[in-house]
């Protein structure tokens, strides 16, 4: 609160000159909701991308099915460039079917 002169918010012209936060850089917790094949050593595979990336998974949920599993995942807090990569390489990998949410948890 602008105490001086009893508003709220920033006074007109404070915030110039600031560096903005390279948005890469900014940590977050992260939900991921993915669908996979249910196999052997596909939670393996999972999670080394999240570890060679540097993020670290604080909980997960799996259901599985006959053929495909849902897995849920809340990640501790990671920067969002270690989380674009970790997802990519999940994406790649051929036994997850697809990523179907990707939410920052606040």
């Known amino acids: 609160k602008n105490f001086k002169n ?3 918010g920033a ?3 404070a915030l110039v000159g600031r560096p903005i936060a390279d948005p890469g850089d900014v940590e977050s917790q992260f939900f991921i909701r993915l669908y996979a094949k249910e196999q052997p050593g596909v939670l ?3 999670a080394n ?3 060679s990336n540097g993020v670290s998974i604080k909980s997960m949920n799996q259901i599985g099915g006959e053929s495909d599993a849902e ?3 809340v990640t501790h807090r990671a920067p969002e460039k270690a989380m674009d990569a970790t997802l990519a ?3 790649s990998l ?3 079917d697809d990523v179907a949410s990707v939410l920052r948890v606040i």
């Open 6 to 8: 009893q508003r709220s």
């Open 11 to 13: 006074l007109l012209g």
């Open 44 to 46: 393996a595979q999972i």
């Open 49 to 51: 991308a999240f570890g």
């Open 71 to 73: 897995l849920a995942l």
């Open 89 to 91: 390489e999940i994406r």
């Open 94 to 96: 051929n036994v997850v």
